[in-house]
């Protein structure tokens, strides 16, 4: 018989993936519930206590369960309390917020049925809720105000609600395009109050979200004046202003801008109605990486035995030369934006970027007696790994990445993005 300690890990897989199982059984809920505790009796008898734990749990998910399963508990003491400490595993190794409420219901069964005694139950319930409370304050267990709370009432308390209020506002943060919780937390809102002090951070946060109008309907009743604002947006006429840059630069931008940015008219002139995006080059210094060269040497055995033993003389060394180089560019672009003689935007893009290649050659032979032969193959796993990438760089690749940072930060620009996010999702 395998060792009960050695059991755990198969029995917590069984309680825990179990509820997926579809029964095969047939009949009415009595005979079901009678022939689960009849094949748990008959798995104990062999010792297969895996099989055992999940015939019980099988037959407790039916009323008639207890009274069919009470004389094997009766019978088997040793089952019951084995079974009791299969809880308390699975309260230890839970470890995501759909898995503590199955718990809580496997709990809730076998308090209805009085298996165990009132306190062993209420400590098992408060063990999960202690569980529960150092996830979701840890971020182990991640609560949103999505999922279902209502088995564990510390999660409703302030601090919980706000830990729960953040992961949800995160989650509406990270999906600009997909379906978004904003309902849950607007009835947050709605529960803490607008005008409270919670309220008025989840109001401050929310402004700077960027609505699709599906979402709209959502928050209509909690944050009207948002309705209002949100309304649906024109083409804004942006005007692109290049410092200390050259033309091919400017163009070049104004071309990457136009390709990700939608909603937005990029006007050849300032007015009043324009908003004037303006990108100064403050440090642009690009630079090629001096080529190096490095020779690398395998011995014999270093070498994969089979080419080792064909293709090459006896304590024999192979050589390659490694050849590498690359270009790097050190950045720094101001990007701010006007409308009205008022600055709205304003962030400095700075960085360094640098790409390499690596380029093998001159593979060769060396015996021990220092003759030299060309050698026609790759020596091992190292040598492919060493060889791989590029073997070859442009300073124009890296130019690209530059203009791709900029423009992101153009997007960032609040009424610029207002205006993207609205009209890509309509397109969609």
């Not at 699975?90 to 759909?98: G, L, W």
């Not at 020779?295 to 490694?322: H, W």
Request: neutral net charge; hydrophobic residues 35%; charged residues 25%.
């Amino acid at each position: 018989m395998m060792h009960p300690a050695k059991l755990l890990p198969f029995l917590l897989l069984i309680f825990l993936a179990s509820c997926t199982t579809t029964s095969l059984y047939t009949g009415d809920s009595k005979s079901r519930a009678s022939e689960y505790a009849r094949d748990a009796k008959t798995a104990i008898g062999k010792d297969n206590y895996i099989l055992a734990t999940y015939k019980i749990k099988k037959s407790l998910e039916y009323s008639d369960g207890i009274t069919a399963l009470q004389k094997i508990f009766n019978s088997y003491p040793s089952v019951k309390s084995n079974y009791l400490r299969y809880f308390s595993i699975a309260i230890d190794h839970v470890d995501t917020p759909y898995n503590a409420k199955l718990l809580y219901d496997r709990i809730t069964t076998i308090t209805s049925a009085k298996i165990y005694s009132e306190d062993i139950t209420t400590g098992l319930f408060d063990s999960l809720e202690k569980k529960v409370m150092e996830g979701n304050l840890s971020g182990q267990l991640a609560f949103d105000l999505e999922s279902e709370i209502d088995p564990f009432p510390i999660l409703k308390t302030p601090e919980h609600q706000r830990i729960l209020a953040d992961r949800t506002i995160e989650e509406i943060q990270m999906n600009i395009n997909n379906d978004r919780p904003i309902q849950p937390l607007m009835e947050y809102v709605q529960r803490v109050g607008k005008d409270s002090e919670e309220g008025k951070r989840v109001k401050a946060v929310f402004a700077e979200f960027f609505l699709n109008p599906r979402e709209m309907s959502s928050i209509t009743s909690v944050f009207p004046e948002f309705v209002t604002a949100w309304k649906e947006p024109t083409t804004q006429q942006v005007f692109l202003k290049v410092e200390n840059a050259d033309r091919l630069f400017a163009e070049d931008l104004l071309e990457i801008l136009r390709s990700k940015i939608q909603g937005v008219e990029w006007v050849s002139s300032e007015s009043s109605a324009t908003i004037t995006v303006i990108v100064e080059q403050i440090r642009n210094n690009e630079r090629d990486l001096p080529e190096r060269t490095e020779t690398i040497t395998y011995s014999n055995l270093q070498v994969d035995i089979l080419k080792s033993t064909i293709l090459m003389p006896r304590n024999a060394s192979y050589l390659y030369d490694i050849v590498s180089g690359g270009v790097e560019i050190d950045y720094g672009f101001a990007v701010s934006a006007v409308k009205k003689n008022k600055t709205i935007y304003d962030e400095l893009v700075r960085g360094n970027i640098k790409k390499e290649y690596h380029r093998c050659q001159n593979s060769r032979i060396r015996n021990v007696f220092g003759g030299v032969t060309s050698a026609g193959f790759v020596a091992n796993t190292d040598m492919r790994k060493r060889c791989s990438g590029p073997n070859s760089v442009s300073i124009n690749s890296l130019r690209k990445d530059i203009l791709d940072k900029i423009a992101n930060a153009v997007l960032k620009i609040a009424p610029i993005k207002k205006a993207h996010i609205w009209f890509s999702n309509k397109s969609h």
